[in-house]
Every structure is written in C-alpha cells, then in structure tokens.
C-alpha cells in the first residue's frame, strides 16, 4: 500500500535581475538553502513575533523605529520586521527594498521559514545590494528572490534583521553630480562618492507578488548537481500547523530613542561642497557659452539637491560678474 506524502519543501530562487542596466549584482556564490550562517533562534521566540500578513502585488512599508519588534539571540542588533505571506497561490517574488535615510542605510537579512515557522532558506545582507537612484526611487540596498511554495503549505514567513557586524561596514553611494553628468552625457566630475553608514534601523519595503513563469530552482542555479527542488523538513504530513498571531504589539525603542522618533522631521542635510561647487562651475560654464536652457536645467536640479548659491551664481554669470 503506497501512502501519497505532502512535501513540507520550498523551491527556491534568485532573481539577481542580470539583465537590468544600472542593477548591482548580489553575490552569485549565495546558497540559499545553507542555514550555516543563519542565527539560530528559539522556536518560542518566533511564535511570540507578532507576524504582519503581506497582500500579493501591494508594496509594504515599515519605519523599523516605530514599527519594529525585539529579537535578541546571538548577533542579531536592533527591532526586526516579520511578515507572513500567502503561500496557497502559486510561485512568489519577493522584493526587498532599504531605503539610504541622511547617509544612513539599514542592512538587511532574510532568514524564510515554512508554514511551522522552520528555517528554509538565508539570504544575507551581501545579497541586498546598492542601487542607484531613478526616476521613481532613491538610493538604496535592494534584492529580488523567488520562494515557490510546496504543495500543502498555506504560508510562508519572513524575519528582516541586522546584525553586530553589519552596523560595522559601509555602502559607498553615487554622488548626484555625478549620475546627473552620465544621464545628460556629460563629463563625470571628479568628486568623491558620498558614504552610508549601516545603523539599526530604517525603512524597508517588501514587495510580494505572483509570478506567471516557471520557478528556477536554487539547486541547479546555484551549481546543485541535482535537478531536484530543495526539499526542506521531512516527507510526511505535519501533525499541525503554527497558527501567526494577529500582528499587534511593536517594537518598543529606548527612551532617547523614542523622543528622537516623535521629534518633528528634520530638514534633508545639505549638499555636499564638492557637489555644490561642481554645479556653481557647470552654470558659469553654461553661461559664458551662451547655453542659458543648460544653465537653467542645472539651477532646478543643483536646487533640487538643496543648493543655496547655485541662483546666485546664475543670475551674477548673466549680468557678467561670474
């Protein structure tokens, strides 16, 4: 007599967009099935996390600083962000997005468990890599991965931490000046990349939607000799199933660190003086040449970054005292 068995696996995948212009590759030797690397957390640790259900196709937005919970096992540093996602729909991409907040970035982990809240799969912050502002979006760590679910499972979860080591390294950014000179064609000055520190929080944007195509699975992509899907538990049923809390309580921040997030927002730093001077001499050039179009595109966009002299300069170059 055969007994048909439910598989408690998750096929996973990279989407490391290579084809994208201007997208920062994530580090290829990534396996996301190796949980050596994982923090090892309590399973009565998880199941007292407040889990936040993602909608499929709908971006969601948490501020870590007033939003966040706590997890404190091993290397894990500051709140963390939880989310459930429907896992009864199909193959799922998965987009997480760390916004660069004055200078500062939160470097973020994946660590993906199955529907009873076993770890499936890692994706560390060397997977999330820099992306330089757009049109429609701003500096920022950013990676895409694939999660399909095995057949049985009703949802997947997802814990966004950072870590000690994390907070200790840097991202070097793209200077304004200089992703405006390459979209315009123009010179790229020489000036030096503004840096981001890595704190302890931030704001993240996940991002959960159905994918039409079929799963690339992680094992073959990322040098597995078999075909087969990683496979992630045992074989057999669960007796049952981990029931998420509905999403409630949140992170508590220090004292100092709550009067700071209830303080009114500040004004954006100042332009850097290297970028500054940059404009003030691209205007006067401008200028002289006759090309006041040019001039004045320069003026709204070294505006645009928080210059306080770039008008000033414009209008003494036209009167002929630049």
């Known amino acids: 007599m055969k007994m048909k068995k439910s598989l408690l696996a998750l096929c996973l995948s990279a989407g490391l967009l290579a084809n994208l212009p201007g997208v920062s590759l994530a580090d290829v030797n990534i396996v996301p099935q190796d949980l050596s690397a994982a923090p090892a957390i ?12 993602v909608s499929q196709n709908k971006a ?23 989310y459930s996602v429907p896992a009864n729909i ?27 809240l076993k770890p499936a799969a890692y994706f560390p912050s060397s997977f999330f890599t820099y992306q330089e502002p757009g049109v429609m979006s701003d500096n920022r760590l950013e990676g895409t991965f694939k999660l399909t679910p095995a057949l049985g499972q ?14 200790k390294q840097t991202t070097t950014m793209v200077d304004p000046a200089k992703a405006y000179a390459k979209g315009n064609g123009n010179a ?28 690339i699975l992680v094992g073959p992509l990322f040098g597995s000799s078999g075909p ?5 538990g045992n074989t057999a049923a669960p007796a ?13 921040a220090p004292v100092g660190a709550t009067a700071a997030a209830a303080a009114p927002a500040e004004k954006s730093e100042p332009i850097l003086n290297d970028t500054e001077s940059y404009y003030n001499q691209a205007i006067k050039q401008a200028v002289d040449k006759g090309d006041v179009d040019k001039a004045l595109k320069l003026l709204n966009e070294a505006e645009r970054l928080g210059s306080t002299s770039a008008r000033k300069t414009f209008i003494s170059s036209v009167k002929g005292k630049g």
Do not use: M
């Open 42 to 53: 309590p399973a009565s640790t998880l199941q007292q996390l407040q889990w936040t259900p």
């Open 60 to 82: 969601h937005t948490t501020n870590l600083a007033t939003g966040g919970q706590s997890v404190n096992v091993g290397e894990i540093i500051g709140p963390v962000a939880a």
């Open 90 to 116: 199909g193959e799922l991409t998965i987009t997480l997005t760390s916004q660069v907040e004055k200078n500062t970035v939160f470097a973020p982990n994946v660590l993906v468990l199955d529907q009873n």
């Open 154 to 167: 009703q949802k997947l979860y997802l814990l966004v931490f950072t870590t000690s080591n994390d907070t």
């Open 188 to 215: 790229i000055p020489d000036i030096p990349d503004p840096i981001a520190t890595h704190g302890t929080t931030g704001t993240l944007k996940l991002r959960a939607k159905t994918s039409s195509g079929s799963s």
């Open 228 to 232: 087969d899907p990683v496979t992630v």
């Open 240 to 252: 049952s199933t981990y029931a998420a809390p509905a999403p409630a309580a949140t992170y508590t």
